[in-house]
């Protein structure tokens, strides 16, 4: 096993990566072993004794695969993939549509019944517009923050390749300052309305209603987001210079929205002997990134995963995988 290294003034015990903090997210490149990761540390949790969800956001779902478990309900959900784990794969052509239900069922309530056809057209014309499917996983990663969260001791989220990831975590800012604008504008409509017919004479305002009610859940979101004792976000990474720099590049990315890296994964590190002159040049160019990594990131826990034979298909090869982890302070 690769010792760890270069573990900064940020690690603070045995349980820094996961078991002190209720909230997980597993971020990095596509195809790195995000989810292998993900799944990994919400194994270890749940073999902890904490009630656990694991969630995806990636679009390639193969959670369900690594845990051998059959098709997801309609939901999305696969109930008790190991003792205390939960596993819930957000489809995004599903809560796209979702979403755009529910954006219609406001239109219904609110708009006068001739236009309700047109109004919904241009609401199935915004649905195919870019940013729409976005939208609709933010409302579904908002609701696993709010709604479900509280029903589990640990979440862990396995999201999409890094460019989504960052989208969908710098979002709630995002939207947030966007509903303030509508906010701001129906609160001066409303005002204006009062001076010209009296406070009293104003009715309710549900579209105002709806803005402050999404407002506030996007806040309550962001919150937890930037709580460091609720939170911590994980990138996952290999030692090959792609990958650095594309982490380099999230981790100042989501510093800028107040968001910090709590630690990294470093996967598929290759054992220091194996023979031969091919593996030893891999050896090197592994060597000159792992030298980069500590470079870069010198202020960052770093624990290392080792490259496996096969891939893990079954929990027992998920709990070596954490025993490694484990053995190393994650």
């Given at each position: 096993?690769?010792?760890?290294?270069?573990?900064?003034?940020?690690?603070?015990?045995?349980?820094?990566?996961?078991?002190?903090h209720p909230l997980v997210l597993c971020a990095?490149?596509?195809?790195?072993?995000?989810?292998?990761?993900?799944?990994?540390?919400?194994?270890?949790?749940?073999?902890?004794?904490?009630?656990?969800?694991?969630?995806?956001?990636?679009?390639a779902h193969n959670l369900g695969d690594i845990f051998c478990h059959g098709?997801?309900?309609?939901?999305g959900w696969m109930r008790g993939v190991a003792p205390g784990l939960?596993?819930?794969?957000?489809?995004p052509d599903v809560e796209t549509e979702r979403y755009l239900a529910r954006v219609k069922d406001n239109?219904?309530?609110?708009?006068?019944?001739?236009?309700?056809?047109e109004a919904e057209r241009q609401i199935d014309l915004a649905g195919r517009a870019p940013g729409a499917a976005e939208s609709a996983m933010l409302e579904r990663l908002v609701a696993v923050l709010l709604d479900e969260r509280p029903d589990y001791d640990r979440v862990v989220i396995d999201t999409a390749p890094t460019g989504h990831t960052l989208r969908l975590l710098t979002l709630p800012e995002l939207m947030s300052a966007w509903v303030d604008g509508l906010l701001r504008h129906r609160g001066e409509r409303n005002r204006e309305r009062a001076a010209w017919i009296g406070p009293a004479d104003v009715p309710d305002d549900p579209v105002y209603d709806l803005l402050a009610e999404r407002r506030n859940r996007l806040v309550r979101a962001r919150a937890l987001l930037l709580d460091p004792v609720e939170t911590r976000i994980v990138f996952v990474l290999i030692a090959q210079r792609l990958a650095i720099e594309e982490t380099r590049r999230a981790v100042d990315e989501l510093a800028g929205f107040g968001l910090a890296v709590s630690a990294l994964v470093i996967?598929?590190?290759?054992?220091?002997?194996?023979?031969g002159e091919f593996m030893r040049a891999r050896l090197e160019v592994q060597a000159d990134g792992l030298g980069h990594i500590d470079t870069r990131f010198p202020g960052l826990p770093r624990f290392r995963l080792p490259l496996l034979p096969r891939e893990p298909d079954a929990t027992s090869a998920l709990r070596a995988l954490a025993d490694r982890l484990g053995a190393q302070g994650a």
């Open positions: 096993m690769a010792p760890a290294c270069g573990h900064g003034p940020l690690t603070a015990g045995p349980r820094t990566l996961l078991l002190d990095g490149k596509g195809g790195v072993g995000k989810s292998t990761t993900a799944a990994t540390l919400a194994l270890r949790a749940a073999d902890a004794g904490h009630r656990t969800l694991l969630v995806s956001t990636d679009p098709a997801r309900d309609g939901a939960d596993l819930l794969e957000i489809d239109v219904r309530r609110l708009v006068r019944s001739p236009m309700v056809a996967n598929r590190v290759l054992p220091p002997d194996l023979p």
